[in-house]
């Protein structure tokens, strides 16, 4: 191995223990669940927003948009121009639930409107969703550290997870939120870096790039074909797939998952968490581009030299930062990436470990224990779901995209969470009877189109969350009937 190689490993090695000891550093402010999983609501609205940025996009977006773009074009920004009308409906509809009270996650405003055993469904729906998803995003760390240090999957993310685990189970929300900040920065940071130096790569440069791109219609953004063929819901990237799939998506995820909107609720305010949210979108559209952008260089790259890209897709832009990219700078891009993995995986085990005391645990409890008590049932649940994570990781190998497997991972459960919370907030005579059907139906519909069906992920969230807002609407009318002639 060169020396030069040694500089590499040796800025990778300086950020894992420089972000580590970083992160480690918040423990003594964790005295209470408050603190533990809401940073005791003293992050200002800018560092929520970059948290927020980084759980958005993470390694999946890192390693799997520029793979899109390769492959096709930049007709995945139709679908960010959702995630804008999504934040419409969130700041409208529910951020003022949620700061009704204090709560500590999204699944208490469940219990208020309906009932415990709906809180324990829509709990339960998003442990299941997001262990899942995020098993597959630990499975696209193993991606980048198997390129770089040539170890199998399991070693490969093993490395990572323990040392996220390590100040996420120390620095709980605080740390989440600070270690995202600095993440994100050296992510973005990375991939402009790369794109200055993919470009030293390509004779001609960027007019060549967008001369090849434009020929090959690479940045085409926008499909506003419409018809009711089954080719048309079958394609993911159309104006109208993009856009409401989105939209939908990004309410469900922002609106009524735990690892979303437990970043809301560590906000000051209202106020500042609305401000959090909306400039948020800013930074992922800028964002999505350069990622995208960075895919058609790649694209170019392999053209001019005639070369056959690396398989599966995923591996071209961390292969090509490794292994084309001046020592020294492929290190600090390949730890960029870590860091999106990292502050991603960390607030991931924060909200499992506070959905599954808050909402499961605690209620539970007959005698109801001290807070320090508590705080450290947080931190084992924190280890117990790290653990977790690693095993469905190992399941995930023979994924294809890492970036359409996790949102689509996704996309089944979000639609049968937003359409029961869009009951709870939009309507008043269904009850949780009601809401459980269907949610239960929604469910089982979305499993159905993701695995009978060729319709695109795209669509999943807006028919799970129709089919559960109408059955349950409808179921209403009959248990209200039921119970009338119950109590007669």
Same mark, same amino acid.
């Given at each position: 191995?060169?020396?030069?190689?040694?500089?590499?490993?040796?800025?990778?090695?300086?950020?894992?223990?420089?972000?580590?000891?970083?992160?480690?550093?918040?423990?003594?402010?964790?005295?209470?669940?408050?603190?533990?999983?809401?940073?005791? @609501?003293?992050?200002?609205?800018?560092?929520?927003?970059?948290? /927020?940025?980084?759980?958005?996009?993470?390694? %999946?977006?890192?390693?799997?948009?520029?793979?899109?773009?390769?492959?096709?074009?930049?007709?995945?920004?139709?679908?960010?121009?959702?995630?804008?009308?999504?934040?419409?409906? &969130?700041?409208?509809?529910?951020?003022?639930?949620?700061?009704?009270?204090?709560?500590?996650?999204?699944?208490?405003?469940?219990?208020?409107?309906?009932?415990?055993?709906?809180?324990?469904?829509?709990?339960?729906?998003?442990?299941?969703?997001?262990?899942?998803?995020?098993?597959?995003?630990?499975?696209?760390?193993?991606?980048?550290?198997?390129?770089?240090?040539?170890?199998?999957?399991?070693?490969?993310?093993?490395?990572?997870?323990?040392?996220? %685990?390590?100040?996420?189970?120390?620095?709980?929300?605080?740390?989440?939120?600070?270690?995202?900040? &600095?993440?994100?920065?050296?992510?973005?940071?990375?991939?402009?870096?790369?794109?200055?130096? /993919? %470009?030293?790569? &390509?004779?001609?440069?960027?007019?060549?790039?967008?001369?090849?791109?434009?020929?090959?219609?690479?940045?085409?953004?926008?499909?506003?074909?419409?018809?009711?063929?089954?080719?048309?819901?079958?394609?993911?990237?159309?104006?109208?797939?993009?856009?409401?799939?989105?939209?939908?998506?990004?309410?469900?995820?922002?609106?009524?998952?735990?690892?979303?909107?437990?970043?809301?609720?560590?906000?000051?305010?209202?106020?500042?968490?609305?401000?959090?949210?909306?400039?948020?979108?800013?930074?992922?559209?800028?964002?999505?581009?350069?990622?995208?952008?960075?895919?058609?260089?790649?694209?170019?790259?392999?053209?001019?030299?005639?070369?056959?890209?690396?398989?599966?897709?995923?591996?071209?832009?961390?292969?090509?930062?490794?292994?084309?990219?001046?020592?020294?700078?492929?290190?600090?891009? /390949?730890?960029?990436?870590?860091?999106?993995?990292?502050?991603?995986?960390?607030?991931?085990?924060?909200?499992?470990?506070?959905?599954?005391?808050?909402?499961?645990?605690?209620?539970?409890?007959?005698?109801?224990?001290?807070?320090?008590?508590?705080?450290?049932?947080?931190?084992?649940?924190?280890?117990?779901?790290?653990?977790?994570?690693?095993?469905?990781?190992?399941?995930?190998?023979?994924?294809?995209?890492?970036?359409?497997?996790?949102?689509?991972?996704?996309?089944?459960?979000?639609?049968?969470?937003?359409?029961?919370?869009?009951?709870?907030?939009?309507?008043?005579?269904?009850?949780? @009877?009601?809401?459980? &059907?269907?949610?239960?139906?929604?469910?089982?519909?979305?499993?159905?189109?993701?695995?009978?069906?060729?319709?695109?992920?795209?669509?999943?969230?807006?028919?799970?969350?129709?089919?559960?807002?109408?059955?349950?609407?409808?179921?209403?009318?009959?248990?209200?009937? @039921?119970?009338? @002639?119950?109590?007669?």
């Amino acid at each position: 191995m060169s020396e030069m190689r040694w500089l590499d490993y040796g800025v990778i090695l300086a950020y894992l223990i420089g972000i580590t000891a970083f992160g480690y550093r918040f423990r003594e402010s964790q005295k209470t669940l408050k603190d533990y999983f809401l940073g005791g @609501r003293d992050a200002p609205w800018w560092a929520i927003a970059f948290s /927020i940025v980084s759980a958005e996009t993470s390694t %999946l977006t890192v390693i799997g948009t520029p793979a899109i773009s390769f492959n096709g074009n930049f007709g995945f920004l139709q679908v960010v121009f959702g995630y804008l009308l999504a934040r419409i409906i &969130i700041s409208v509809l529910f951020l003022p639930q949620y700061f009704r009270g204090e709560m500590f996650t999204a699944y208490e405003l469940m219990l208020r409107r309906f009932g415990p055993n709906i809180r324990k469904l829509t709990a339960g729906s998003f442990l299941g969703l997001r262990a899942l998803a995020e098993g597959v995003r630990v499975f696209a760390i193993s991606i980048v550290v198997s390129i770089v240090l040539g170890t199998g999957e399991l070693l490969s993310a093993l490395a990572i997870v323990s040392l996220t %685990l390590f100040y996420t189970f120390e620095g709980g929300m605080t740390a989440v939120i600070w270690t995202d900040v &600095i993440q994100m920065c050296l992510y973005v940071a990375g991939a402009i870096l790369s794109v200055f130096v /993919i %470009l030293q790569q &390509i004779p001609g440069g960027w007019d060549h790039v967008a001369e090849l791109g434009r020929a090959a219609h690479k940045f085409q953004v926008f499909d506003f074909a419409v018809s009711m063929t089954p080719a048309f819901f079958a394609k993911t990237y159309s104006f109208w797939a993009g856009v409401l799939g989105g939209c939908f998506l990004t309410t469900a995820s922002h609106g009524t998952e735990q690892l979303m909107v437990q970043r809301l609720l560590s906000a000051k305010n209202e106020r500042e968490a609305r401000l959090a949210l909306f400039s948020s979108w800013f930074v992922i559209l800028f964002q999505f581009t350069l990622f995208l952008v960075i895919g058609v260089m790649l694209w170019v790259y392999y053209q001019d030299a005639n070369l056959p890209p690396p398989e599966p897709r995923d591996r071209i832009y961390p292969k090509f930062i490794w292994d084309f990219l001046p020592h020294g700078v492929s290190g600090l891009v /390949i730890a960029a990436i870590l860091a999106a993995a990292m502050s991603n995986l960390s607030a991931a085990l924060n909200a499992l470990a506070s959905t599954t005391v808050m909402d499961f645990i605690k209620p539970a409890d007959k005698v109801q224990r001290s807070d320090s008590q508590y705080l450290s049932l947080a931190k084992k649940m924190t280890v117990l779901w790290c653990a977790i994570l690693l095993g469905i990781a190992l399941l995930a190998r023979s994924i294809e995209s890492v970036l359409e497997a996790g949102l689509g991972i996704a996309s089944i459960i979000y639609g049968a969470l937003l359409g029961v919370f869009l009951l709870g907030l939009l309507t008043k005579r269904t009850g949780e @009877r009601a809401a459980m &059907i269907g949610m239960s139906c929604g469910l089982a519909i979305s499993i159905y189109v993701k695995f009978y069906t060729s319709i695109a992920w795209t669509w999943y969230v807006l028919i799970g969350s129709s089919i559960t807002f109408l059955v349950a609407l409808a179921a209403s009318y009959l248990v209200t009937e @039921r119970e009338k @002639r119950l109590h007669v």
